[in-house]
């Protein structure tokens, strides 16, 4: 099994900056990449960036230069750096773990508002 913990979300302004954070624990050898991504009510879960243990990233184009990914491997903790917030960036996100034929670990979410 793997936890997954969010943190850092909370209210921000158009063109401001918050800083996601995600503390995975349990079976973290299992994981072979971590991405995180966001649900607006009525809308499917889409992904928001993903990085895999080797370090390659994929990003939505909606945040293509605005938002980096990364990870501590020593502390088995996944950061979602978000600059030039946009209202439309307000979502519930959440952090998700990829661990093969074992499946895939969900955080519980946490929410960004953007304000105008």
């Known amino acids: 099994q793997v936890q997954l913990v969010e943190s850092g979300g909370g209210l921000g302004q158009a063109g401001g900056s918050l800083r996601l954070s995600c503390a995975a624990s349990g079976s973290i050898a299992s994981i072979s990449a971590m991405g995180w991504y966001r649900q607006v009510p009525g809308k499917q879960r889409e992904l928001v960036a993903q990085i895999t243990n080797g370090g390659s990233t994929n990003y939505a184009d909606s945040v293509k230069g605005r938002f980096t990914i990364s990870r501590d491997n020593a502390k088995n903790t996944v950061f979602l750096q978000m600059n030039s917030l946009k209202p439309e960036d307000t979502a519930v996100y959440y952090c998700?773990?990829?661990?093969?034929?074992?499946?895939?670990?969900w955080g519980q979410g946490t929410q960004v508002t953007v304000s105008s």
């Open positions: 998700k773990a990829h661990r093969g034929l074992l499946g895939i670990s």
